[in-house]
């Protein structure tokens, strides 16, 4: 009957709060007008006024949304707008930019393009967006080491693709984009470089892993090396191994000793005279 009792109770007293508290309900959040895109906005478009529609962001909204007109209204787009989503400031060029490539190139950058059919091994292949490096191959000057020898060597590492042709899209599916050109991101100094090389050299793209930032240092390659027999072999600490061979005739009776002398993958044999002491 305590039982009984006790539970009787605690149902009372759990009615009572609950009856109160909906007597007096939770405050609305707050609410904020930002500014989403009422159709796709795709890189390059200039934003106009039927571009956009007001939108509720709930409490603080982030301080890149847009939240006036004035804020995005004919600016180019650098980065893709879906439709329904919340125009963020930073997918958006600065006033007076423009529209399409110009107006996605980062202050301080530059666009170089290159022609797909100098680009071997690459076309086809290649996302605005993705990195890669350039090698240049080209015979090597008087003076640079070997006459009339052809060199390749990587001059450019880890490049951004800026556009592929006329896209400036990444590719729903994830498929490459066949185009006749590619637009590379660089700074100043390095479309010196890779304008010069694509005039006087023949240009090649290399994918490279989006997550691989780092910069290597080569030494390149030139075609006298990549033919010989050994170039390519990894070449083993330098250390000298003397091993002398087995006396063909008595040792009283040799006038010269032989020695083998190993120097990684090479072999070579030297020739020494033996002294009157040594025979006797």
Do not use: C
């Not at 309900?25 to 500014?35: E, R, Y």
């Not at 893709?80 to 529209?99: D, F, H, K, N």
């Not at 110009?102 to 666009?111: E, L, N, Q, S």
């Amino acid at each position: 009957m305590a039982a009984l009792l006790i539970a009787a109770g605690a149902s009372f007293l759990l009615f009572r709060v609950v009856g109160a508290n909906s007597k007096h309900p939770a405050p609305a959040a707050a609410t904020s007008a930002i500014l989403i895109a009422s159709r796709d906005l795709q890189i390059g478009t200039i934003i106009g006024q039927h571009d956009f529609t007001s939108g509720k962001w709930y409490g603080e909204p982030p301080q890149q949304a847009a939240r006036k007109k004035e804020e995005i209204a004919g600016h180019g787009v650098i980065a893709t707008i879906y439709q329904g989503e919340p125009i963020w400031l930073s997918r958006v060029a600065a006033a007076g930019a423009g529209a399409g490539l110009a107006a996605t190139i980062p202050t301080g950058k530059r666009a170089v393009a290159l022609k797909v059919n100098e680009i071997i091994g690459l076309a086809g292949f290649v996302l605005p967006g993705m990195h890669v490096d350039v090698i240049a191959a080209a015979a090597a000057p008087a003076g640079a080491g070997g006459s009339n020898d052809v060199v390749s060597r990587t001059i450019l590492q880890n490049i951004e693709v800026l556009s592929v042709g006329q896209t400036l899209e990444h590719s729903k599916d994830g498929k490459p984009v066949e185009a006749q050109v590619v637009n590379l991101l660089v700074t100043p100094d390095q479309a010196e470089v890779l304008s010069l090389a694509n005039s006087e050299t023949k240009v090649q793209l290399v994918l490279r892993n989006p997550l691989d930032e780092g910069e290597k240092p080569t030494r390149g390659i030139s075609l006298r090396d990549l033919l010989e027999p050994t170039a390519l072999v990894a070449a083993p600490p330098r250390t000298s191994a003397v091993r002398p061979t087995a006396p063909i005739v008595p040792r009283h009776a040799a006038s010269v000793i032989v020695v083998e002398v190993y120097q990684g993958a090479k072999k070579t044999q030297e020739s020494f005279p033996v002294r009157d002491e040594v025979k006797r």
